[in-house]
């Protein structure tokens, strides 16, 4: 019962001290307010990213294998992947005679191209040739008509499945179905939209809004097919794990391109766990530079708090021998001074957390949706009141020290 009395008794102290120096406390804040402003909004923001990037990429779908010529993350040397032959269409359909136990496999090829709706112009547009089994390897649906079928790639129907973007800089408001859209120089009719999506370019990847889907019979006859690489889509049968899946599927790709055993694979197999595992070990060394950067700035808050504690230590050198003539231990002068300079951060800290909610909501409506979380508003709340005490302790350990006499004695 003494215990919380004597923490009570400090606490007041603590809080009559700061009200009585008002502008030196909020100067004395401002270093904790930038900071723990800095670091909400440093976990804020990684969380939206994170949060953003792993819901776009779910639209590739985790049960899907993805061969193509390279790998969509290079760890080592980039040109040991140059000399790799392209994957053609005829593999896609070996290998789909091959793997009967796939769901589904889906060839595809891409294009960069403009594409054009009487004077609307969209440069640096995706065309994507792809086949109706595409819908069995995404999440991603048509907000507006329907998607590509097996009637549309086998008589070569120059249609098209636009992205939301797209729809968006060419046709406006108005209605995408049944327009004649150019699609380089060939003219393609709007079948569909794709619903919004957005981007996984965090590593260069694509926009998914900025998408046009065509037959893969009809885009090869508008683009070529000489020298042109091709992606297969295997989705994995539920039974199978994706792992065991993976060695088949390396297995008949080998076979299909007559690789010796002595040979390394000149294909790779992607999956969308990559690009999290990438994405999860980058956004860590950039949270953790982020963390440092406003680390300083609170140990410079710190600092700043100490410099004030010491100052108020001395100030009040005589109300300390005064406390302990009459009987106050040294427990309860360290437990006044910690208090203090722990209140002082608190606040900063609260203040900071009023500002980062702010700048989220900035963050939120012009950038990404992003939000703070019940475990930041206590990890700021956490840091704070760990700054105050770390920045309090020497000054506080000092003015317990003090002999009461010589206190007394203090001008």
């Not at 475990?375 to 506080?396: H, K, N």
Request: overall charge positive; glycine content about 8%; charged content about 20%.
């Amino acid at each position: 019962m003494k215990a919380w009395y004597d923490t009570a008794e400090s606490l007041k102290i603590a809080l009559a001290a700061i009200k009585a120096n008002k502008s030196r406390g909020v100067l004395t804040t401002l270093g904790i307010v930038i900071g723990i402003l800095a670091v909400v909004t440093t976990m804020t923001a990684a969380n939206g990213l994170g949060n953003t990037f792993r819901e776009n990429i779910s639209t590739l779908g985790s049960d899907v294998l993805y061969v193509s010529r390279r790998p969509w993350v290079v760890t080592g040397n980039f040109f040991q992947f140059r000399n790799r032959k392209n994957l053609e269409l005829k593999e896609s359909k070996l290998l789909e005679r091959r793997l009967r136990r796939a769901v589904a496999i889906n060839p595809s090829s891409n294009a960069n191209r403009s594409v054009k709706y009487r004077s609307n112009v969209m440069e640096g547009t995706t065309i994507i040739g792809t086949t109706d089994k595409h819908m069995l390897m995404t999440a991603s649906t048509p907000e507006l008509g329907r998607f590509i079928t097996s009637f549309d790639v086998r008589f070569k129907k120059r249609v098209c499945v636009i992205g939301s973007e797209v729809k968006a800089k060419l046709f406006g408001n108005a209605d995408a179905i049944n327009k004649r859209m150019k699609i380089g120089r060939d003219s393609y009719r709007v079948i569909g939209v794709m619903e919004q999506q957005g981007s996984a370019g965090f590593f260069g990847g694509p926009n998914f809004d900025r998408q046009v889907f065509t037959p893969i019979t009809s885009f090869t006859k508008s683009f070529g097919h000489r020298n042109r690489g091709f992606n297969i889509a295997v989705k994995a049968p539920p039974e199978v794990s994706l792992a065991d899946f993976e060695y088949e599927v390396i297995g008949e790709m080998r076979k299909i391109r007559k690789l010796r055993p002595a040979q390394d694979d000149d294909f790779s197999i992607n999956q969308m766990n990559q690009l999290v595992s990438a994405y999860n070990n980058v956004m860590g060394v950039i949270v953790l530079i982020g963390l440092v950067i406003t680390g300083i700035s609170l140990f410079v808050g710190g600092i700043g708090v100490m410099n004030i504690m010491f100052v108020s230590v001395t100030e009040r050198t005589r109300e300390i021998g005064i406390r302990k003539a009459i009987g106050a231990k040294r427990r309860a002068i360290l437990s006044q001074f910690l208090f203090e300079s722990s209140t002082i951060c608190l606040i900063g800290g609260v203040v900071g957390l009023v500002l980062a909610f702010g700048v989220t909501g900035l963050i939120s409506k012009f950038l990404m949706p992003a939000s703070i979380s019940l475990p930041i508003v206590a990890v700021a709340i956490f840091v704070s009141i760990l700054t105050g005490v770390v920045s309090g302790l020497i000054p506080a350990f000092k003015a317990s020290k003090l002999n009461p006499i010589d206190a007394l004695r203090y001008e």
